[in-house]
């Protein structure tokens, strides 16, 4: 029988799968919790297999399907030596079980397996260059050291200025407001909120930062343009590296880029694929070499 195909994207926000037969014909798809394997390795390895758990009984198949199934994942994290070496000892039920990062897939996916880079701006954020015989990676170093542009930063940034308007060091407005009533209007609410906080909570007010801004809040406004100005800064040392293509990809990446530099929103071009796309390219390669 053909080898079926699978597809693993795990990020900070959520993890998706999608499983295919060997012509790319999509038998599932399932979206589960978040899969950073450096942040919370243990609970990522849980979501991961969960929503392999999911596809193949959405898709109906038997459990001795897997065993002709090739595994590509791409995982937020996996970029940490420490992490990669930790990542060999799980061996979930496959045919073949291949890994790379987050990162990695979204620029096969984008470029169609062609040279060319991408900027993840989600709950975290890294690039990729890819100039067809290896990958440069940038960023993806985490949260408190990196994710320049990323939702948790920016989440991060809008809680501390909430903070700062709530003690009346700089002027509250609308969005500072809700914020702190998202603790109650308590500065000690918010402090133990944040001893256990993880990136995706702290993004999670990234929607109502950007719908202020919208509305002409200043506060909302500093602050996408600062997430715009962070972007900025990874996107030029990509595009030097990228024979002319960059893509941004992630939950920030269509509501950031009406507030970059136009020259720099110039310069992207549109995803071909998204990132489980780019893991099922790879899926299929593998397929095809000889055993």
């Known amino acids: 029988m053909q080898s079926l195909l699978l597809g693993i994207d795990g990020g900070g926000t959520h993890c998706r799968g999608r499983l295919t037969d060997s012509a790319g014909r999509v038998l599932a798809e399932a979206t589960g919790g978040p899969a950073n394997v450096w942040s919370q390795y243990d609970a990522a390895i849980t979501a991961i297999e969960s929503v392999i758990d999911t596809l193949f009984q959405q898709a109906g198949l038997a459990a001795d399907a897997r065993d002709r199934t090739l595994l590509v994942a791409g995982l937020a994290g996996a970029n940490v030596a420490s992490v990669h070496t930790r990542l060999q000892s799980w061996q979930p039920r496959c045919q073949g079980r291949y890994l790379f990062t987050d990162v990695e897939i979204a620029c096969a996916g984008a470029h169609d397996g062609a040279p060319g880079a991408v900027l993840i701006v989600g709950t975290g954020s890294q690039g990729a ?9 940038l960023g993806g ?7 320049a542009g990323s939702g948790a930063i920016l989440g991060r940034r809008a809680r501390r200025l909430a903070l700062l308007a709530h003690e009346a060091i700089v002027p509250a407005s609308a969005l500072t407001e809700r914020i702190m009533a998202l603790h109650q209007n308590s500065p000690e609410l918010m402090l133990i ?5 993880t990136p995706a909570e702290w993004g999670s007010v990234v929607p109502e930062v950007f719908a202020a801004a919208q509305q002409g809040d200043p506060h909302g406004i500093a602050l996408v343009q600062q997430a715009a100005a962070d972007i900025v800064q990874m996107v030029q040392p990509l595009l030097a590296r990228s024979h002319g293509k960059l893509a941004l990809m992630g939950g920030l ?19 071909q694929g998204d990132a489980l796309s780019g893991a099922l390219r790879l899926a299929s390669q593998f397929s095809q070499q000889p055993a």
């Open 253 to 271: 990446a269509v509501p950031i880029q009406p507030w970059l530099p136009a020259e720099i929103a110039a310069q992207l071009v549109p995803p």
């Open 141 to 147: 170093w985490g949260f408190a050291l990196s994710d």
């Open 193 to 197: 909120w944040s001893q256990q906080a």
């Open 129 to 137: 260059a890819w100039d067809g015989a290896q990958f440069t990676l």
